[in-house]
C-alpha cells in the first residue's frame, strides 16, 4: 500500500495542526515530565540489556535474507508468498518463539484480460509492458508476475471519449464544471498523486465517468525528480506503479467480510453487494504509455496547475481521443499466510506488545515490504539471543508478518477482526513497519506515545551523521523554519491509512505507531517490477545500515515496554496534540464561513461573468448555502478536563518513589493507561462508515491514506454537513471525557501510593 511518504514523515505535521494549541495552565507552570527510567525502568540495567541487543544484529543478515525472500513475485495467492511466510515462520522457532501461521481465506482478483487500445483520432495499441532491464537481475522474471494493473477494479469493457482531469480529485473536477466539461459517459485519464489512488476512481464513478487510466507523471515520479532507473533511482518511462483501488475509508480488509474475519467457513456477502470494490474499470499505466494520448487530445489547455512533465501541451478533452478499456478479472478466494512468533512473558504473560511488517509485494517488493520485514525480523533474532542468556521479557511479545497487505491490509486486518475482544484485553501496543529506506527517522502514531518515541531517538543514533536520530530531525526542522523545532519532543504525525496499523489503531483503539526511514532513497521503484534487490543496494540502504537503526528503534521501544513497571502513556503531549486539533477545526470552520461570504458576495456582484475571458468557457461556480454558527464549547469544556487530567497524572508521577507501589496497584494503573486510546472510539462509528470508531483520527473519506483529525467534525464541514459537525462536536467532548475518567482514575492510584 501507502507510500511514497517516508521521506516526508517528519514534516507532515504541518499538515495537521495549522493552529496554536490552547496554552496549558498548571499550578506549576516549570513542572517537567519525567522520564521512563525514572519512572519505571532501571537505567544501568536497561541500558546493560539494549547494549547487548545492538550487540547481536548483523546487516549481514538483512541483505541475504532480502536477496532471497525478493528473489521471486511474492503476492499474496503466489508460491513464493507462502514460501516467505513460511521462511519466516522457520526462523521465529528457531530464534526460540512459538511460531505459528495463521491463515484467512480472502477474495483477490487477478487479471484474465487487460487491454488498452486508442480508437480514435487513429487506432494505436499501447505498450503495457515493463521491459526487462540488464543492469536488473529479477526484472526478466516472468513466471508468477502479476501485470500492470489496479485490484479489485470492476470487470467491464468500454468505448468512450478521453478526460484529463488531473489528481482526479473532487476540487479538479470543481474546476472542471466552471470550464463547462462533464465527464458523464466518459472514460478519465489521471494522474497519479494529489491523493490516494483509489480515491480518483471513486470520485469518478460520482461524476458519472465509466472507466478511469492513471499514470505516473515524470514531474512527480519520473525525469523531473532526476535519473531514471537504471542510471538512477527514478521511475522509467514504462515503470507502472500497480496497487489496489479498494475503498479503504469505508473499510480495509477482506470486502467479503466487513468487520469479521475471512476464516475458512466464514459467512460471505455477495461480490455485487461490496461496498468496497470499485463500479468502474480502473488501470494503471506508465507516462510513455501515457504520452500519445495526451498528445492526441485537444480541447481546453489545461490549467497551469495540472501540467505535468511530458513533452507536450497538456489539453483536458473531450475528444478527439477515445480509448476502449477492456479489463475482466479472476475472482477468486486466495490463501494469506501470516507468519506470527510468540514470545511469552514472565511477568505480564497476558499482556501483549506486538511488532508487524507485512511480507506480500507486488512483484519482487525489495524496498515495500521487504526492507522492513527483514529489519524487523533481525529484531526479533537479536531479542531471541538475549533470552539465550537467560533474561527473560516480562510482557509478551509477538512479531508478526503480514500477508495480503498490498491488495487492501487484508491480513492484518482479518486477523484484527477475527481477535477483536481478546486483542482490546491484552495487547498494550502495536508497533508498524513498512519498508524503509535511507535518511531521516519518520514516526506516526498514538499521541500518549509521543514522549516514549522522543525518549528513543535520543538514544539512537544516525548511523551516518553520528548525532542522534532525534537531533538530525530537530535540524531538518529548523531548516525549514517550523515553529514545532524547538519543542522538547518533536511531534509525530497521526495515523491515516495505509498499512497495516489501521486496522489496529482505527478499529479496535490500540495505542499503535507506523516507523521507518526515508527522504533519500528516490522511490521510483515503487509497486514495479523494478523494486528489487538490485535497485535497493543501488540507491537505497546498500549497507543496511538504516535498517539495523530501525532495529535498533524498534528493540527498545519493545525492550522498554517490555520492561516498565508503569506503562510509558504520558498524557501532556496527547494534550497539545488534540489541543492543536481543535484549533485547526475552529479555524477550517471560520475558513468554511469566510470563503462561502465572499463567493456569494461575488456572485450577487455578478463579478465572475464580467471578470470572465470571453474567449474561454469559464462558468460562475455554485451558491453555496449560508453556514452556520457551531458551538464549541462542549468540546472546550472536554479538552480543558482532559488537560487538567493529563497535568495530574505528571504530577503524580513526579512524586513517584521507585518501588512504593504493590505489583497489584501497578496492574491496576496499566489497565487503565492502556485503555486511554480505546476510550476515543465510538461504537457506532463514523457517518458512511461505522468500521472507522476512533474519533480523533481517521483517513479522510476523499484522501485515503490522508488523515482527518477530529474526522466527525472535520468531514462535516468540508463537505457541509453542519448538523453531522454540530453531533461530533459532542461526541468528541464524551470521547475526551472518558479519557479523563480513565487517566483520573491511573492518578487516583499514584496518589494514595
Known sequence: MKKHFFGLLILIISLYGCGQAPAIETNDPKINQVSTFDVSLDRETQNQLESQFDKSLNPQNLDDWMKHMSSKPHNVGSPWSKQNAEFAAEKFKSWGYEATIETFEVMVPFPKIRKLEMVAPKRMSLQLKEPALKEDATSSITKDVLPGYNAFSADGNVTAELVFVNYGIPADYEELARMGIDVKGKIVLAKYGGSWRGIKPKVAY??????????????????????????????????????????MPMYPGDPLTPGYGATKDAERIDIDDAPTIMKIPVMPISYGDALPLLKALEGPVAPSSWRGGLPVTYHIGPGP????????????????????????????????????????????????PISGMVSLMEEARAIGELVKTGWRPKRTLIYAGWDAEEPGLLGST?????????????????????????????????????????????????????????????????????????????????????????????????????????????????????????????????????????????????????????LPFRFVNMVDNIGTFIESNKMLANQVRKETKIRNKLLDQNAFSIAGNPKKTYLPPKRLDAVPEFNFDPLDAAFSKLRSSAWDYEKALGKLKKGSLSAEKKAQINALLKNVEQAMLREEGLPRRDWFKHMIYAPGFYTGYGVKTLPGIREGLEQRRWDEVNFFIDEVAKALYRASERIDKATKILNEG
Not at 452 to 475: G, H, T, Y
Not at 501 to 506: F, G, I
Request: aromatic share 12%.
Open 321 to 368: 481521443v477515445k480509448v476502449n478499456l477492456h479489463l475482466e478479472f479472476e475472482w477468486k478466494l486466495r490463501t494469506a499466510y501470516n507468519p506470527i512468533g510468540k514470545l511469552t512473558g514472565s511477568v505480564y504473560p497476558y499482556e501483549w506488545i506486538m511488532r508487524g511488517n507485512h511480507h506480500d509485494g507486488w512483484a519482487q517488493g525489495a524496498a515495500d
Open 206 to 247: 460520482e461524476q458519472g465517468a465509466i472507466g478511469c487510466i492513471m499514470y505516473s507523471d515524470p514531474k512527480d515520479d519520473g525525469y523531473f525528480q532526476g535519473d531514471v532507473y537504471p542510471k538512477g533511482p527514478y521511475r522509467m518511462e514504462h515503470g507502472v506503479q500497480r496497487g489496489s483501488v479498494l475503498d
Open 414 to 566: 482479518e486477523w484484527v477482526e477475527t481477535h477483536r475482544e481478546e486483542i482490546q484485553e491484552k495487547m498494550i501496543a502495536y508497533i508498524n513497519t513498512d519498508g524503509t529506506g535511507v535518511g531521516f527517522l519518520g514516526v506516526g502514531g498514538s499521541h500518549a506515545l509521543e514522549k516514549f518515541v522522543n525518549e528513543v531517538a535520543k538514544d539512537v543514533k544516525d548511523p551516518i551523521k553520528d548525532v542522534s536520530l532525534q537531533d538530525r530531525n530537530r535540524a531538518r526542522l529548523r531548516i525549514s523554519g517550523s515553529q514545532d523545532a524547538e519543542r522538547e519532543d518533536l511531534r509525530i504525525y497521526p495515523l491515516g491509512a495505509g498499512s497495516d496499523y489501521t486496522p489496529y489503531v482505527h478499529h479496535a483503539g490500540i495505542p499503535s505507531l507506523n516507523i521507518g526511514f526515508g527522504g533519500e532513497s528516490g522511490g521510483g521503484s515503487y509497486h514495479s517490477i523494478y523494486d528489487s534487490y538490485d535497485h535497493y543496494k543501488r540507491f537505497s540502504d546498500k549497507d543496511f545500515i538504516y535498517g539495523v537503526t530501525l532495529s535498533k528503534v524498534n528493540g527498545r521501544l519493545v525492550l522498554r515496554l517490555s520492561e516498565s513497571d508503569i
